[in-house]
């Protein structure tokens, strides 16, 4: 369903508190960093030392004092062949020479490395390990080399400066997160060997423009271009069987979608994307320009972000083939007028779920075609224009469409009354409840908040002392709904995310605070409950 986010990279990004027989250094960004075994060699690099496991032959950590690191082929006669999980956590290294011989770079490797800008990887490497770049914000390119299999969950993840990524023809898996939220990121080439492209893998990719998916690639992720708001043009290859929810929901500026016509799975129509019975409308280009659409005859299933952002469309027409129409399937479109095929009695028969307002309080016309003069129309490409990009991912409707969520929550199985809202199709949660419901899990945090500078601050891992406004199930106050203008810092790096301020409080989505807090987010269509996933 939309917003639903596999465990997988979310929860690697936890990965300090699952290595409490660890010997870990705390650091107050929440980075993780291990200290020296009486075992471990030393080695002198520039501002400190490297430590080496000469029975495992790792690189295990490092003294965070560190700037410049050039690391031999040997220590004491033993082959250097791996950068250990969490070697560099949150140290000051700004540039590393890695030597040949060296087969993987570990989970968590460079993590919060924020000074890092410059890695040299050399062809011998063949794994990156899960969040191993994580927050490396000023690392700008980066070249893979040519014997390299697979990119790890996150491995990229949030690198707000990286501008180019080489993906050698050798790769055969792009892992959940592994690009997300990397801002700069104008360009990729996905070559082709490449199989699959994981949940989110680019997702908040806000400047990437175009994308060209190969025949290889049979398998597309859940959200794995969402909010890709720069994006203007998508071709898939031949290759592909399966396209997650929302995989290019969000993509503000999308004109047009093209997909290999001997695919056998998918079609496009139009410049939108189906599946190969023409059952299932998958996505139509936010930024086509339209003003009216007719949906073909046959269709019975309209996904969840479907026409996510047609600002555009004033009007469309629905079959009475249609049976169900998903999560926010029309959220932030301006629809005036519906023109249904079918009586009243069919229309009220639909599954339409949340987040369709703008269909809903359109004026529907019960059995009626749409009248000749408001047939399809798109203006001429030289008159139109691509709509402006999102300045953030998570962009919002001026006016938002706010109630009370009727759907449930639940922690590893377990029901948890608290408020929440859906706006704008999305379910949005109070972040103290949110810290009170996940106390005693792994993913326990922190919220602190700075009036001077009017902050948030999360911090995970930390220990939250309720409040006594916190957990309270109250009446319905969504009328004091406004966007928040509070800034928003989880272990002391900014983020961005959009949230609401609702009586007070800050609410924000499961699926955007997910990845930095690292719990996972699921979703039971058939309870309509939230599933908050910590084990």
Same mark, same amino acid.
């Given at each position: 369903?939309?917003?639903?986010?596999?465990?997988?990279?979310?929860?690697?990004?936890?990965?300090?508190?699952?290595?409490?027989?660890?010997?870990?250094?705390?650091?107050?960004?929440?980075?993780?960093?291990?200290?020296?075994?009486?075992?471990?060699?030393?080695?002198?690099?520039?501002?400190?030392?490297?430590?080496?496991?000469?029975?495992?032959?790792?690189?295990?950590?490092?003294?965070?004092?560190?700037?410049?690191?050039?690391?031999?082929?040997?220590?004491?006669?033993?082959?250097?062949?791996?950068?250990?999980?969490?070697?560099?956590?949150?140290?000051?290294?700004? +540039? @590393?020479?890695? &030597?040949?011989? =060296?087969? #993987?770079? *570990?989970?968590?490797? $460079?993590?919060? %490395?924020?000074? /890092? !800008?410059?890695?040299?990887?050399?062809?011998?490497?063949?794994?990156?390990?899960?969040?191993?770049?994580?927050?490396?914000?000023?690392?700008?390119?980066?070249?893979?080399?040519?014997?390299?299999?697979?990119?790890?969950?996150?491995?990229?993840?949030?690198?707000?400066?990286?501008?180019?990524?080489?993906?050698?023809?050798?790769?055969?898996?792009?892992?959940?997160?592994?690009?997300?939220?990397?801002?700069?990121?104008?360009?990729?080439?996905?070559?082709?060997?490449?199989?699959?492209?994981?949940?989110?893998?680019?997702?908040?990719?806000?400047?990437?423009? +175009? @994308?060209?998916? &190969?025949?290889? =690639?049979? #398998?597309? *992720?859940?959200?794995? $271009?969402?909010? %890709?708001?720069? /994006? !203007?043009?998508?071709?898939?290859?031949?290759?592909?069987?399966?396209?997650?929810?929302?995989?290019?929901?969000?993509?503000?500026?999308?004109?047009?979608?093209?997909?290999?016509?001997?695919?056998?799975?998918?079609?496009?129509?139009?410049?939108?994307?189906?599946?190969?019975?023409?059952?299932?409308?998958?996505?139509?280009?936010?930024?086509?320009?339209?003003?009216?659409?007719?949906?073909?005859?046959?269709?019975?299933?309209?996904?969840?972000?479907?026409?996510?952002?047609?600002?555009?469309l004033i009007s469309i027409s629905i079959p009475n083939s249609v049976t169900s129409i998903g999560?926010?399937?029309?959220?932030?479109?301006?629809?005036?007028?519906?023109?249904?095929?079918?009586?009243?009695?069919?229309?009220?028969?639909?599954?339409?779920?949340?987040?369709?307002?703008?269909?809903?309080?359109?004026?529907?016309?019960?059995?009626?075609?749409?009248?000749?003069?408001?047939?399809?129309?798109?203006?001429?490409?030289?008159?139109?224009?691509?709509?402006?990009?999102?300045?953030?991912?998570?962009?919002?409707?001026?006016?938002?469409?706010?109630?009370?969520?009727?759907?449930?929550?639940?922690?590893?199985?377990?029901?948890?009354?608290?408020?929440?809202?859906?706006?704008?199709?999305?379910?949005?949660?109070?972040?103290?409840?949110?810290?009170?419901?996940?106390?005693?899990?792994?993913?326990?945090?922190?919220?602190?908040?700075?009036?001077?500078?009017?902050?948030?601050?999360?911090?995970?891992?930390?220990?939250?002392?309720?409040?006594?406004?916190?957990?309270?199930?109250?009446?319905?106050?969504?009328?004091?709904?406004?966007?928040?203008?509070?800034?928003?810092?989880?272990?002391?790096?900014?983020?961005?995310?959009?949230?609401?301020?609702?009586?007070?409080?800050?609410?924000?989505?499961?699926?955007?605070?997910?990845?930095?807090?690292?719990?996972?987010?699921?979703?039971?269509?058939?309870?309509?409950?939230?599933?908050?996933?910590?084990?």
């Open positions: 369903m939309s917003g639903t986010l596999k465990r997988g990279a979310a929860a690697l990004l936890m990965l300090a508190l699952l290595l409490a027989l660890l010997p870990l250094g705390a650091r107050a960004d929440g980075a993780v960093h291990l200290s020296p075994r009486s075992t471990d060699i030393p080695y002198p690099v520039t501002g400190g030392n490297i430590y080496f496991d000469a029975e495992t032959g790792t690189i295990r950590t490092s003294d965070e004092s560190v700037t410049e690191v050039d690391i031999p082929e040997e220590i004491n006669g033993v082959k250097v062949t791996a950068i250990g999980d969490f070697s560099f956590g949150g140290t000051d290294i700004r +540039s @590393i020479l890695i &030597p040949e011989g =060296v087969v #993987s770079i *570990g989970r968590q490797a $460079f993590d919060r %490395c924020t000074n /890092l !800008t410059s890695v040299s990887i050399p062809s011998s490497v063949t794994e990156i390990g899960s969040a191993a770049f994580f927050r490396c914000d000023r690392l700008s390119s980066i070249s893979l080399p040519d014997n390299f299999i697979s990119i790890g969950s996150g491995a990229f993840l949030n690198c707000t400066g990286l501008v180019s990524i080489s993906i050698p023809n050798s790769v055969t898996s792009i892992g959940s997160y592994a690009f997300s939220d990397c801002s700069s990121l104008t360009s990729v080439t996905i070559p082709d060997g490449v199989m699959s492209i994981g949940d989110d893998a680019f997702s908040g990719c806000s400047s990437l423009t +175009s @994308i060209t998916i &190969p025949d290889s =690639v049979t #398998s597309i *992720g859940n959200r794995a $271009f969402y909010w %890709c708001s720069s /994006l !203007t043009s998508v071709t898939i290859g031949s290759g592909v069987t399966s396209i997650g929810d929302d995989a290019f929901s969000g993509c503000t500026s999308l004109t047009s979608i093209a997909i290999d016509g001997s695919t056998p799975s998918y079609r496009c129509e139009g410049g939108a994307l189906f599946s190969k019975d023409m059952t299932t409308l998958i996505q139509y280009p936010a930024a086509k320009g339209d003003t009216s659409y007719v949906i073909p005859e046959d269709v019975s299933d309209i996904v969840s972000g479907a026409f996510s952002g047609c600002s555009s999560i926010a399937a029309f959220v932030n479109c301006n629809l005036t007028d519906i023109y249904y095929g079918g009586s009243e009695a069919d229309w009220a028969a639909i599954d339409i779920q949340y987040g369709n307002d703008p269909l809903l309080k359109a004026t529907i016309h019960y059995n009626s075609p749409m009248p000749e003069g408001a047939a399809p129309a798109t203006a001429p490409a030289e008159e139109s224009a691509p709509a402006a990009p999102a300045e953030e991912p998570a962009a919002v409707s001026e006016k938002p469409v706010v109630q009370v969520s009727t759907q449930k929550v639940a922690v590893d199985g377990v029901e948890k009354v608290i408020d929440h809202y859906n706006i704008d199709g999305d379910n949005y949660f109070k972040l103290r409840d949110l810290a009170c419901i996940l106390m005693g899990t792994d993913y326990a945090f922190d919220v602190g908040y700075d009036a001077a500078t009017r902050t948030i601050a999360v911090t995970t891992g930390g220990v939250y002392t309720p409040l006594d406004t916190d957990m309270l199930v109250g009446a319905d106050m969504s009328d004091t709904a406004v966007v928040s203008t509070q800034a928003l810092t989880v272990d002391g790096a900014s983020v961005s995310l959009t949230a609401f301020n609702i009586d007070g409080s800050n609410y924000f989505r499961l699926r955007d605070l997910a990845p930095y807090i690292g719990f996972g987010v699921d979703y039971d269509a058939a309870t309509r409950t939230a599933l908050i996933i910590t084990k």
